[in-house]
């Protein structure tokens, strides 16, 4: 997984939408990284999840934020990615599936249930991702 790069001449929130997906792509193929990352305080894996924070909170503070607000979205980044990787894997089992399909027979939930996503959920990563990058993006502008 690559770190951001100074050198990219993206611009920093489309470099940021590529690398979450690229990192977001490599847990969907080795989901068994998030337990090597969650257990190994010195390990190569704990040093490259560093890596990829100090490479985003650059590219952030080149932008302007502040080191701390900087290394903040770069952590909170970090583990969105991680997190919702986690819970998307688990969704692919066909219990889940079932089970979130079930919601829709929940009459106290019938506003809301039609629109969850079963099964794939590039839709709501992208919608995750651009939440974050809007975000960011706000902060930005007001400094």
Known sequence: IPNLS????KPWD?????WMSIFRAALLEAPELH?????A???????????KIKSIATV?????LSEEASVHHAQGIVWTV?????FESMAQDPLIIKGIQ??????????????FAVDNYDELWAETVKR????????LRHL
Request: net charge negative; charged share 25%.
């Open 6 to 9: 100074d050198d990219d001449v």
């Open 60 to 64: 952030l503070r080149r932008e302007g």
């Open 35 to 39: 337990m090597f990352i969650a257990l």
């Open 82 to 86: 991680m997190s919702f990787t986690y």
């Open 102 to 115: 079930n919601t829709s027979g929940l009459q106290e939930y019938s506003d809301i249930t039609p629109y």
């Open 14 to 18: 489309k470099q940021l939408a590529d």
């Open 41 to 51: 305080t010195k390990s190569p894996a704990i040093v490259a999840i560093l890596e």
């Open 132 to 139: 974050n990058i809007d975000g960011i993006g706000v902060q």
